[in-house]
């Protein structure tokens, strides 16, 4: 069933994909109270929106969430801005350094919010700018050695490549591999694989696979392994974001791939 309003306009869902980093626009999915295991920023795009951690609420337009840390946003307006960032990233980092005050751990008030709501609520928002925003562009060319391993990476997301191959192969120990690699991709090794399978699901759902056929084929073990990593990473199951008449698109070094993905 095609989605009530054309792809296109301020209503419809996208969802940007990284190594590392999402942005979902569009309706609020107004999921429940949860934890992720990523940090999260969210921007009401077109409304301020309440957001409640333990027994306090914030009403604000944008708000960086921390890993698993329990909280529920519910959206004052109708569309919603998420852009889900590995905590242990440069992305993440500057986002931090963006957020105007604190409380506990979660930021609230995103130096360039207006400018995010503003960017993000038009027919055709360019990801890459929204990153910059954001303060998580895109990671400058890597070291040789870091780049091949993040490209096999991303080229086979199935494979169990280890971090000792790649050590190996770079006549590194694994642990200064390691080192190198976060310093270089701006995550760790285990996430950033983890990463390029989400993405290879991604990639397979705009291409027109289901969702079992994607997540087998990009690397995990069974639907439940996906359906609980996708969770963990993004605080809702893929088959309520894939409801939303989401329309997919794939970022990474070599191009993006764009396709829609309706089912409803």
Request: charged share 20%.
């Amino acid at each position: 069933m095609e989605p009530s309003t054309p792809p296109g306009t301020t209503a419809s869902a996208i969802l940007w994909l990284w190594p590392g980093q999402a942005i979902y626009r569009g309706p609020s999915l107004r999921p429940d109270a949860h934890s992720t295991a990523v940090n999260c920023l969210a921007v009401g795009l077109d409304a301020p929106f309440t957001l409640a951690t333990d027994a306090v609420t914030h009403t604000v337009r944008s708000a960086l969430i921390p890993p698993r840390r329990v909280h529920r946003v519910v959206a004052g307006g109708d569309q919603m801005m998420f852009c889900y960032l590995d905590p242990g990233s440069r992305g993440a980092r500057a986002c931090r350094d963006r957020m105007i005050r604190w409380h506990a751990e979660f930021g609230l008030g995103h130096r360039a919010e207006a400018a995010l709501a503003t960017a993000a609520s038009g027919t055709c928002p360019d990801p890459r700018s929204l990153a910059e925003l954001i303060g998580a562009g895109p990671v400058p060319t890597p070291d040789d050695r870091v780049a091949e391993a993040m490209a096999t990476l991303l080229a086979h997301p199935a494979r169990e490549f280890t971090a000792a191959r790649f050590a190996a192969a770079a006549h590194l120990s694994e642990s200064r591999f390691l080192h190198l690699f976060a310093a270089q991709a701006g995550t760790s090794f285990r996430r950033y694989r983890l990463w390029a399978r989400m993405l290879g699901v991604g990639r397979a759902l705009a291409e027109g696979a289901n969702l079992t056929a994607a997540s087998a084929d990009a690397g995990f073990a069974s639907p439940s392994h996906f359906s609980d990593a996708f969770r963990t990473l993004f605080g809702l199951s893929a088959t309520t974001l894939l409801a939303t008449g989401v329309r997919i698109v794939v970022l990474d070094e070599a191009e993006g791939i764009e396709s829609g993905v309706r089912t409803r």
